[in-house]
Nanobody, 121 residues
Framework: QVQLVESGGGLVQPGGSLRLSCVASGTNSTIFSMGWHRQAPGKQRELVAT???????NYGDSVKGRFTVSRDNAKNTVYLQMNSLKPEDMAVYYC???????????????WGQGTQVTVSS
């Protein structure tokens, strides 16, 4: 069972930067995919960025060129560097992991509790 703990959210002015971190525990293997989704009030949860253990990256269209996802496989930690933040980036950011259960031969999804990012002057 994988547990995800996020940190780094907070209040930032428009145009500012924040860095989110998510640490995964409960496994000794490299997690297949880790990343971030976000959900603003009244909106559906949307993809922000994902990165596989081999380094394949996928970004949501609204954050391309402003956000950078990275990970440290040795620490099973994923980061999200957010630059040029806009009010529309304000949301709860959730860490997400996908891993293969080799015992039960299935893919499992895991979610963190979320961290609030507020963009306001």
């Amino acid at each position: 069972q994988v547990q995800l703990v996020e940190s780094g959210g907070g209040l930032v002015q428009p145009g500012g930067s924040l860095r989110l971190s998510c640490v995964a525990s409960g496994t000794n293997s490299t997690i297949f995919s880790m990343g971030w989704h976000r959900q603003a009030p009244g909106k559906q949860r949307e993809l922000v960025a994902t990165i596989t253990g081999s380094g394949t990256i996928n970004y949501g269209d609204s954050v391309k060129g402003r956000f950078t996802v990275s990970r440290d496989n040795a620490k099973n930690t994923v980061y999200l560097q957010m630059n040029s933040l806009k009010p529309e980036d304000m949301a709860v950011y959730y860490c997400h992991a996908v891993n293969f259960d080799s015992v039960n031969l299935r893919w499992d999804d895991y979610w963190g509790q979320g961290t609030q990012v507020t963009v306001s002057s």
